[in-house]
T-cell receptor
């Protein structure tokens, strides 16, 4: 399974942008980069995913390096509700086109009021 | 849609007892995943099904654990006999076929305590 490396924790001030880095130097050409987050006492929730191009959605932006060996999740204006553990995951395909996600330890984001 | 439904939400049992956790995936989803989360080991994938067929059970800790998916709308994870080290939060998740979505939707989890 391809692996990702993330900082254990990061801090941010409320209403400021947050850049969460992820290294995935062993990524293969077909691996999608997924980001999930887990709020306290809840199951993980999908944030965003991408393959090669940068992606934007209502929750965040995903910036992918040209060599795809790293990516950055960008929260444009952090709120207290964004305090969570953020997981960067490479999608692992199976022969039948199904896939699994292998979660690492993630980055714990603390947001200061 | 109600989302992924798990029951029970909390389970307290004694060592040696059988425990059955239940999951109802989102209607139309064809993949179902069972995860376990502890402070020590984080979030681990135990097993997943595609079209009701087990695809990868390499994360199942040992023979005491078994999972079934008799139809597209129901799955169980059974632990027999249970041990204190099985105490964890167990999550079920489901997802759509490729090309119709890229998200796994997680249930609220079942918090299991084995005394």
């Amino acid at each position: 399974d391809a692996k990702t490396t993330q900082p254990n924790s990061m801090e941010s001030n409320e209403e400021e942008p947050v850049h969460l880095p992820c290294n995935h130097s062993t990524i293969s050409g077909t691996d999608y980069i997924h980001w999930y987050r887990q709020l306290p006492s809840q199951g993980p929730e999908y944030v965003i995913h991408g393959l090669t191009s940068n992606v934007n959605n209502r929750m965040a932006s995903l910036a992918i390096a040209e060599d795809r060996k790293s990516s950055t999740l960008i929260l444009h204006r952090a709120t207290l509700r964004d305090a969570a553990v953020y997981y960067c995951i490479l999608r692992d395909w199976a022969m039948d086109s199904s896939y699994k996600l292998i979660f690492g330890s993630g980055t714990r984001l603390l947001v200061r009021p | 849609d109600a989302g992924v439904i798990q029951s029970p939400r909390h389970e307290v049992t004694e060592m040696g007892q059988e425990v059955t956790l239940r999951c109802k995936p989102i209607s139309g989803h064809n993949s179902l995943f069972w995860y376990r989360q502890t402070m020590m080991r984080g979030l681990e994938l135990l097993i997943y099904f595609n079209n009701n067929v087990p695809i990868d059970d390499s994360g199942m800790p040992e023979d005491r654990f078994s999972a079934k998916m008799p139809n597209a709308s129901f799955s169980t994870l059974k632990i027999q006999p249970s041990e204190p080290r099985d105490s964890a939060v167990y999550f079920c998740a489901s997802s759509s076929p490729p090309g119709r979505g890229n998200e796994q939707f997680f249930g609220p989890g079942t918090r299991l305590t084995v005394l």
